[in-house]
């Protein structure tokens, strides 16, 4: 290590687990079990909303969400978490993660609450609310992915670092797990409630009035366990990594510290000065290109790929089950019933295949390193996407075979890839670029989910145009969209051999921020390369 690390930071790594470890994963974990809800919950509610205000009673299917309003509903969102990743990124290196971290919450509590108010005198009227709020919706989201995962980097200890900034990640698991259980315990009290014949008996009354209460409820909701965490969230002091690299104030990092590590610590300027002096590169500058563009090119292409096949997978479960015929036809339910049935199936996958993948990761991470984990997610990701797909016609008579397979994709997933995408970049980039360098990865990672979004709404459709959704062109199929993600999986394999690895290194060794100016080059070369050690 660098002979002139500062006393604070040095105290932060060398820290025992503690109380203040726990406190600010959930603390943080909380804004990402509410993003979780916000972004997957939509999928639960679609088939509703098609319903609700497309059916026409003349068509022997019930209605579903006309492509451009169905590309709308997913995809607004995305496209307003990009820029949120990008805006808050950006404003969480220039501000302090603390200062932007309360508003991002408090646009996703607004937002969540008049996405379920959505109004208007005609379905046009309706979805264009409801995109709109849950752009900004999304866009309150973005933020939460910078400085969460730059605040828990940023607090952790060396040793344990990667399971806590996993560990907050993870809260996905349970956001999209609640997301399910709350759409059983709303549809299964309307559907008793409301008693509504399936639609092939009578298209008119198979979706009662107060469905349209179904959906709101269930978006509304998501603000719930955001605002409860609100007071938490001011009360947590900036990051001494922030205070200390990055405003130049030594000596409130060693008192902020102070506090939450119970000990004394000393202020010390002059090495401040000095870690200052010998790292001033900019973003946009010939040094950031040789010591961290391939790390940042890494970072995001793996994140972008990743996600393409991720959401493509979690926004479409309900049309792969019901492709695989696990989920009855639509004309056999009523509108209530369907959203029980999707969300059933929904629940199970996260409960046998999201969420332990997430913990396995939690578990391993700091004992098998990010490299292995992720390298070997897109391996298995790849196979198992592969295994559904050559033989797929196999499984169209087994589905309990194909539950199995599918829900070892989201496992290997979340214990690969979608955990160490958001870890990694919360680690190997200077303290001043940070939250932005996190934010451009995953702002990439957006711009994949929206590909998947959009791609897979049109790719799944059958090749048989008789046998399409209403409005959609004939696509190639559910077989043949499943051996392109698996290709696109492969690909990450490749991009993954671009992310260094940061395991039992402090961030101050990776970033080399506080070396002295006349060794500074040689150090940097040896802690930031690109195969893992």
């Not at 910078?146 to 940023?154: D, G, K, Y």
Request: aromatic share 14%; with cysteine.
């Amino acid at each position: 290590m660098a002979n002139n690390q500062l006393g604070v930071l040095n105290a932060l790594d060398a820290a025992k687990t503690q109380w203040y470890h726990f406190t600010a994963i959930v603390i943080a974990g909380m804004g990402f079990f509410t993003d979780a809800y916000d972004l997957f919950g939509i999928s639960l509610i679609t088939k509703l909303l098609g319903r609700i205000y497309y059916t026409n009673e003349n068509h022997p299917k019930p209605g579903t969400l006309p492509p451009n309003v169905a590309a709308a509903v997913n995809g607004t969102a995305f496209v307003g978490t990009l820029a949120g990743q990008l805006f808050f990124g950006w404003l969480g290196d220039k501000l302090g993660r603390k200062r932007v971290y309360g508003l991002t919450l408090m646009l996703m509590v607004v937002c969540s609450i008049a996405s379920g108010l959505s109004f208007g005198k005609s379905p046009a009227g309706v979805m264009t609310t409801l995109c709109f709020f849950r752009f900004w919706l999304g866009f309150g989201i973005g933020g939460d992915y910078p400085l969460s995962a730059t605040i828990m980097s940023e607090y952790a200890n060396k040793k344990t670092r990667g399971a806590f900034i996993a560990a907050v990640f993870a809260m996905q698991g349970f956001g999209i797990l609640t997301g399910g259980i709350v759409a059983l315990i709303v549809s299964a009290s309307f559907d008793h409630a409301y008693k509504a014949p399936p639609y092939s008996v009578n298209r008119k009354d198979s979706t009662a009035p107060e469905a349209d209460y179904i959906w709101r409820i269930i978006l509304m909701f998501g603000a719930v366990p955001a605002l409860l965490t609100y007071y938490w969230r001011m009360k947590m002091p900036e990051t001494a990594r922030y205070t200390a690299l990055v405003a130049r104030n030594a000596k409130q990092a060693a008192s902020d510290m102070s506090k939450v590590l119970q000990v004394e610590l000393e202020a010390e300027e002059e090495k401040v000065e000095t870690a200052s002096s010998s790292n001033s590169f900019g973003l946009f500058t010939k040094e950031f290109a040789r010591r961290h563009g391939l790390h940042l090119l890494g970072t995001s292409v793996c994140w972008f790929l990743l996600d393409i096949a991720y959401y493509s997978n979690n926004l479409f479960q309900k049309d792969i089950f019901t492709a695989i015929g696990w989920l009855p036809k639509a004309e056999t339910m009523n509108a209530i019933h369907e959203v029980y049935r999707v969300a059933a199936s929904q629940s199970l996958i996260a409960l046998c295949g999201t969420i332990p993948g997430y913990w396995f990761t939690v578990a391993l991470i700091d004992y098998i390193g990010r490299f292995t984990i992720q390298l070997m997610g897109f391996f298995f990701m790849t196979v198992f996407m592969f295994a559904l797909a050559i033989p797929y016609h196999h499984w169209l008579s087994n589905n309990a075979g194909f539950l199995i397979m599918y829900s070892l994709t989201f496992f290997f997933a979340n214990f690969g890839p979608n955990a160490t995408t958001f870890v990694v970049p919360a680690e190997i980039f200077p303290a001043r670029l940070r939250s932005t360098c996190h934010g451009i990865s995953a702002a990439a990672g957006k711009l994949g989910a929206i590909v998947g979004a959009l791609g897979f709404l049109y790719a799944a459709q059958s090749t048989n145009p008789a046998e399409t959704d209403q409005g959609y062109p004939p696509g190639i199929g559910v077989k043949n969209t499943l051996l392109v993600l698996g290709s696109i999986n492969c690909l990450g394999i490749f991009f993954t051999l671009l992310v260094p690895e940061s395991k039992g290194k402090s961030l101050e060794e990776l970033t080399g921020e506080n070396e002295e100016a006349d060794g500074n080059d040689k150090q940097q070369a040896s802690s930031t390369q690109t195969l893992p050690v």
